[in-house]
């Protein structure tokens, strides 16, 4: 369980983000939605250690931290692969860094990674350069690294803003499966509803700043979702016409 | 034939010959110019006169240039010992920056061409003044480029391994060295390029060998087209190493970093 309490963060006397709660249960899928610039990135830095919190408590599995540095896996919407390794050195990062793989005991990092490069669509591409490979495949390969963390607990910043429509049908299916084959849980920021509706167990649905979790919602439709459904229509049309309420908020 | 047509069958790129086309034209005119107006060959030999020269005193031109060369070396060799670390050193630590920035463009400041008779009197008339020489000049380039590639890395890679609970020597071994390869070369080309300056200055105070040496004995002699050809070979080893470096980059930078 991921809880966050009473969390706040300002800079230059505005407010980001005060008294926010947050519980993400073990195996669970949630996802932040929120117009651009709501302070949902300042939250994950937060959570990340990048900044420090002002105010509020993280904790994680029961024990209280600074921040999750060494217990949650991260990918964001730039691949960040190094040029300078291959797809495969790339992937093995977290477990040359001493993090990841060690904790896996069984087997190899080698192996583990050689299996998730088959089981994500990358086998023959393992010695590849990053540079010699589309966008979607560096990101497969991102999402290979993220796994290799080893970590229960993964947080996902707009992992797939950055790719065309069709490349990230693709990869809407692999997140799920992060969670239906890994077991991991997720915590996801994104500002495509339409996304959120198709990954989310639950969804909160986040105000301009100062920001705050304003309606959550948990579609019962199992995954994979089909989008047609009229329940997540409804919810999308819902959200629509609340943010658009909003004048604070441009984009969505 | 048309003219682009025959352009078009030459071997090489009109953008390849301007320079060798250049080069040529001035040699050309300093050529034609010396041999019309007959100057004596003491004043200002023609390029033929020092290619000759360069050419048929070989056997006596090398031992120096050797010496010369040896001094470069090392002075390259003392320079990157001390930059890398130093460098690593300050960027690991943002405090010892700043408390050693004000130093670091004071050396340059001081003019080190000045200090060359003193290097000579406290180290001799040996290479080790002429090593030190070099080593000056080059160490505060290399020393500048390193670090500021080094803290050219993108903050989000930073966030990327502090997750991954990297070191900090995991994090400079894989990550920020190899990103702060281009910049080093390139501070390390001008480090070279200017390394037989400070070789030379320091044998023109005071040597018994080397090309610096041979240029000041030469010019007493009114062996002008000795000094040129002695030019000539230094500017050909400064070529060289320029060349080197630009190999051993090429070598080991196979990548493009997207900023």
Known sequence: MLKLNGAEKSFNHQTIFSAFDLAVAPGRFTVLVGPSGCGKSTLFDGLTGVTNLDRGTISWQGRQMDSLRGHAAYMQQKDLLLPWFTLMENSLLPARTGSGAGKSGTSRPEEAAARLFARLGLSGYENHYPGQVSGGMRQRCALVRTLMFNRDLILLDEPLSALDAITRRGLQALLLMLQSEFGKTILMITHDIEEALLLGDEICLLSPMPMTVVERFAPEQPKPRDFNHPELIAVKRHVLDRLQGDAACETI | MSWTGFREMLPVKRSDIIAPAIALGILGIWEAGVRLADTPVFILPQPSVIVATAVTEAILIWPHALTTLAEILLGI?????????????????????????????????????????????????????????????????????????????????????????????????????????????????????????GAVIGEWVGAQQGLGYLMIQSNARLRTDMVFAAILWLTLMGLALWILVGVIEKRTITWKIDR
């Open chain 2, 77 to 197: 060799g003392l320079a990157l010992a001390t930059a890398i670390p130093l460098a690593i050193l300050m960027f690991a630590n943002p405090g010892l920056e700043k408390g050693l920035a004000p130093f670091l463009v004071a050396s340059q400041a001081v003019p080190v061409f000045a200090l060359a008779p003193l290097l000579v009197v406290w180290l001799g008339y040996g290479m080790a003044s002429k090593v030190f020489m070099a080593w000056i000049i080059i160490f505060f380039p290399v020393t500048i480029s390193l670090l500021s590639g080094l803290k050219s890395c993108d903050p989000e890679f930073r966030v990327l391994f502090r997750l991954m609970g990297a070191s900090f020597f995991q994090r400079l071994r894989l990550l920020y060295w190899p990103w702060a390869l281009p910049q080093f070369f390139s501070g390390l080309r001008v480090g070279v390029s200017v390394a037989t300056i």
